[in-house]
Every structure is written in C-alpha cells, then in structure tokens.
Nanobody, 126 residues
Framework: VQLQASGGGLVQPGGSLRLSCATS????????VAWFRQGPGKDREFVAA????????HYADSVKGRFTISRDNAKSAVYLQMNSLKLDDTAVYYC????????????????????WGQGTLVTVSS
C-alpha cells in the first residue's frame, strides 16, 4: 500500500485547507486510516482517524470541531478538512493506514499503522 499526501500550504489564521491522501495497492475490508502531525520541535501527534467496517471517526481534542476526516472509496482517497486554523496547527501532516481494524484504545497510537505517506507541510501564519 502506498500513500501520497498533498494539499498543504500557507494559510492565515482562521483559514481553511483540505489535505488529501491518495492510496494505492491493496484495499481492506476492515482497517483504519489516520492523520498525524509533527510541529516544529514537537513529537508527532495524532490528529484524526477513521475505522471501518461500521465507520467511526475519532479526533484529538485540539482539533475536535474544526477538522473533519473523510474517505472516498471510489477515488481511494482520504481527506482532512481543516477549518478555523490556528498558529499551533503548523506542522507536517502525515497520513497513515492500517490493514486491520484498530481497537479504539489504540486508534491514536502510531504503531497501530503499518503504512505511512511522506507528509505535507501546513503553515499557519499571518
């Protein structure tokens, strides 16, 4: 499975961006996809995830209500819609995928995900 993240860029505080993650290779009847990010001088952290079957979404408290993760099966793509962006959202964003259903308690754990994209830079600045 290959993942290709795109859509990053420079945006002002309060603005919006939509990140895309194109997936290729195997598809899975059950699994999970997620977005993580790593800000300047910070560790990589969980942002959002989606599990299936029985689709459920999960968000870090810091982005809840502002970010939305979605999936387009026809396009084999995963998206992260980011609204009301803040300076602290500046980071390299990575998409990741797991070829099996991830239990809820591990949804934000990096080791749950086997496949990773290369990252796309989001800079929030005035």
């Amino acid at each position: 499975v290959q993942l290709q993240a795109s859509g990053g860029g420079l945006v002002q505080p309060g603005g919006s961006l939509r990140l895309s993650c194109a997936t290729s290779g195997r598809t899975f009847s059950s699994g999970a996809v997620a977005w993580f990010r790593q800000g300047p001088g910070k560790d990589r952290e969980f942002v959002a995830a989606m599990r299936w079957p029985g689709v459920s979404t999960h968000y870090a408290d810091s982005v809840k209500g502002r970010f939305t993760i979605s999936r387009d099966n026809a396009k084999s793509a995963v998206y992260l819609q980011m609204n009301s962006l803040k300076l602290d959202d500046t980071a390299v964003y990575y998409c990741a995928a797991a070829p099996q259903r991830v239990i809820l308690s591990a949804i934000s754990t990096q080791s749950s995900y086997h496949y990773w994209g290369q990252g796309t830079l989001v800079t929030v600045s005035s």
